[in-house]
């Protein structure tokens, strides 16, 4: 069955692991546990969601189609249109894009669409992806039936694969490539020569390349460049580009499930086939509220700011410890703590402070040595909350693993469980 192929890639589910890792501690410390190792803005989503929502109740009672609504597929194409300055005609709302419930499940769905039986000669595929990932590119390119391929994304990379050391054997066997910009977990921001290159890599080995791009509007100084804006230097063909952009951290919308793909129309059209007979087309009042969403720049630039002030806290409270820098995109924390896992255990155990660690988002690599990957020395912190509890978080942090005591008591039991679920 297809979904056994899944079966060897369980064990490395990272929130099942970090339950795993953290099921026999209580969070200590005085104040409430707080969670630093899930991707969800804990922020409210803006009052528009919830008015659209209400507005648009009357359709609940609809089917919605694949490909969305008209008035959503303007809103995105018109924000795609502002935010990379493309040129007119480069996006048909009709032809290059498509809602999605979340992006997770179109970055799933596009290895079923992109991966063949078999590259010539029966090779098995190659799906390659950056090393550390967010899970799902691995998820989806076993099921598809492909060998994941893993490539070193570590700070001598630039925290982004180093595109010449990828052999030409390995490219033309590749059927297609994820690329994370800002990159989940170290917000390294890929530039536009970057982009194009993978594109240009793509077109000649026959390859799709589908740039994760759900961070795209969480940055600290430049709005970082994105595929699209790529293709158009390059003359403007879409041919195996695929975007990803979702609302879950733009807009702090995580529960909305609302996203959409853009790019290749051949693709777009195979991704809504997909949709039609197993997947979930995003309801007509999500997509009502989606586009207001997508309209609205306000509460995007507030979100920023906070994010702008979390970092400035984090800069403050961490000094130069861990390696700390001030990632150009994503609102992640990247710390070399010099052992990832014992790091969170303790500081679940003394202070109630839950991460993840960077282990759980890679896999071992050959260029590591042994058994070791390039995320085993880190922790990843999401710095999700209002500057207050980020202030408060990293103080704790900044207590345990200096080893200084923590301030206040310590030590008292919770019982609540808290299982990570994204
Ligand atoms: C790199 C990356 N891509 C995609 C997603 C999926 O987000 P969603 O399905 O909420 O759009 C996440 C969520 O954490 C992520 O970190």
Known sequence: MLIDRLEPLLRFHPFTRLNALLQDLTPGGSGAPLLFSVGEPQNAPPPILHTELDRHAGSWSRYPPAVGTPDFRAAVGEWLMRRYRLPAGLIDPD???????GSREALFMIALSAVPEARGNGVRPAVLMPNPFYHVYAGAAAVAGAEPVFLPATRETGFLPDLDALDRDLLDRTALAYVCSPANP????????YLQCWIELGRRHDFVVAFDECYAETYTEAPPPGALEACAALGGDLTNVMVFHSLSKRSGAAGLR?????GDPRLVQRQAQLVNFGGVAPPLPVLAASAALWRDEAHVEAGRARYRENFAVAAEILGDRFGF?????????????????????????EAGVRVLPGAYMARPDSTEGGNRGPGDRYIRVALVYDAATTAEGLRRL?????????????????????GDKA
Not at 258 to 262: E, I, K, L, P, R
Not at 325 to 349: H, I, K, N
Not at 399 to 417: F, K, R
């Open 95 to 101: 032809r290059h894009l498509l809602p999605a419930a």
């Open 186 to 193: 170290q917000g390294a921001v890929a530039d536009l020569a």
């Open 258 to 262: 609302s996203g959409f793909v853009a």
């Open 325 to 349: 820098v001030r990632p150009a995109g994503g609102f992640f924390l990247w710390l070399d703590v010099g052992d990832g896992e014992a790091a969170a255990r303790r500081l679940w155990a």
């Open 398 to 418: 900044v207590a345990v693993l200096d080893d200084a005591p923590i301030a206040a008591e310590g030590g008292s039991a919770h019982t609540v469980a808290f």
